[in-house]
């Protein structure tokens, strides 16, 4: 079972965690809020999913369609890019697939 799945199991029974978690790591690094946030729209997602399916449903793709515009909503609500127009949604669309694929791939790289 993958890091984030186990985090997902484990967050089912611990309901209440990471909200109290979070602001620590807002507040340890730059940057940390929307870092956090990105954690936590894949902690949610994984709970999601795992509720929905079973702890080793593999539905991969899937979790990665709902976590992305969550991800992308996140990054264009921060402070680096409020004001700013996107020019190519086409570009940014696959960019913010990529960085939630990707950031779901760190954290899974800290697990078993």
Do not use: C, H
């Not at 004001?83 to 960019?95: F, R, S, W």
């Amino acid at each position: 079972m993958s890091w984030l799945k186990s985090v997902g199991a484990i967050a089912l029974k611990i309901v209440g965690l990471w909200p109290k978690v979070a602001p620590l790591v807002a507040m340890a690094i730059p940057g940390g809020s929307e870092i956090g946030g990105i954690v936590n729209i894949l902690l949610s997602t994984e709970q999601l999913f795992t509720s929905a399916y079973g702890a080793n449903a593999k539905k991969g793709s899937d979790k990665l369609r709902a976590a992305a515009p969550q991800v992308a909503q996140l990054i264009q609500a921060s402070a680096m890019f409020q004001g700013k127009a996107i020019k190519d949604e086409a570009l940014a669309e696959k960019a913010f697939t990529a960085i939630t694929s990707d950031f779901a791939d760190l954290l899974n790289a800290y697990g078993e």
